[in-house]
């Protein structure tokens, strides 16, 4: 098991627990200010860095869920999946330019959730064509 994480900024190897420590203090204190971010070495608050933190778990799940093999999943996971693309997409198609995550990375939790339950339905409706078609997602 890991026990040390090596920070991307400065390449700095750190333990586990002042990792943890670090981005809890940075979560309580989000407009604190610290040497530098978890990827860049320039002072960031703390707000920053918890962002930096959930776009790398992210990035890691991303990265997960690509390695792994669409022809394991069943069939009502890869209706999930598709779903969850065709949402992301008609999500990035429709919204204003302000809106958009692309644009705007901070566009988050409640806004992003209500806008895109607009576009539900018609996500669903395409990812039942992708699985209609028999394609793979």
């Known amino acids: 098991m890991k026990t040390a994480i090596t920070l991307q900024a400065t390449g700095r190897v750190l333990s586990v627990a002042a990792y943890v420590e670090g981005i809890r203090l940075a979560k ?42 669409t022809t394991d999943l069943t069939k009502h996971e890869r209706y999930l999946q598709a779903l969850r693309e065709t949402t992301d997409a008609i999500h990035q198609r429709m919204l204003p ?10 566009v988050v939790g409640d806004v992003a959730d209500s806008i895109r339950k607009l576009y539900l339905w018609r ?15």
């Open 123 to 137: 996500a669903r409706r395409e990812a039942q064509a992708v699985l209609a078609a028999g394609r793979r997602v």
């Open 28 to 69: 309580a204190e989000p407009l604190m200010m610290f040497r530098h971010g978890l990827t860049t070495w320039w002072p960031c608050c703390g707000s920053t860095i918890t962002h930096q933190f959930r776009e790398g778990c992210h990035d890691r799940q991303q990265q997960r869920a690509a390695a792994r093999s």
């Open 97 to 106: 330019a302000d809106l958009r995550r692309d644009a705007n990375p901070r």
